[in-house]
């Protein structure tokens, strides 16, 4: 079954950075594009980036785009987010799924499979 198993949140203050992982099992990850989404308390969730299935194409929201980077690694099944600047307003916990065929960046939180792990926590703050 789907397993998607996210690592690498934690504590930051304003301007460091973090690198999320993701790491995917039960399905052949080399044939989907992936996606990071981010839930924050009182506000909707977000798709932040979004990378095709040979990594050739990658996709932001406006709110991230020149801060994070997306990449994935097919050899090891995960898939990574680089943030860096990060800024109060990325306080959320982080989650990875599979998003429409090429990775495009859609409202809200949809993913392909129905699975979600725990997420992992992202917190910025001075």
């Known amino acids: 079954q789907v397993q998607l198993v996210e690592s690498g949140g934690g504590l930051a203050q304003p301007g460091e950075s973090l690198r999320l992982s993701c790491a995917a099992s039960?399905?052949?990850?080399?044939?989907?594009?992936m996606g990071w989404y981010r839930q924050a308390p009182g506000k909707e969730c977000e798709m932040v980036a979004g990378i095709a299935s040979a990594g050739n194409s990658t996709d932001y929201a406006d709110s991230v785009k020149g801060r994070f980077t997306i990449s994935r690694d097919n050899a090891k099944n995960t898939v990574y987010l680089q943030m860096d600047s990060l800024e109060p307003e990325d306080t959320a916990k982080y989650y990875c799924?599979?998003?429409?065929?090429?990775?495009?960046?859609?409202?809200?939180?949809?993913?392909?499979?129905?699975?979600w792990g725990q997420g992992t926590q992202v917190t910025v703050s001075s």
């Open positions: 039960g399905f052949t990850f080399s044939s989907y594009a």
């Open positions: 799924n599979a998003p429409g065929t090429t990775g495009t960046i859609a409202p809200g939180c949809w993913g392909r499979f129905d699975y």
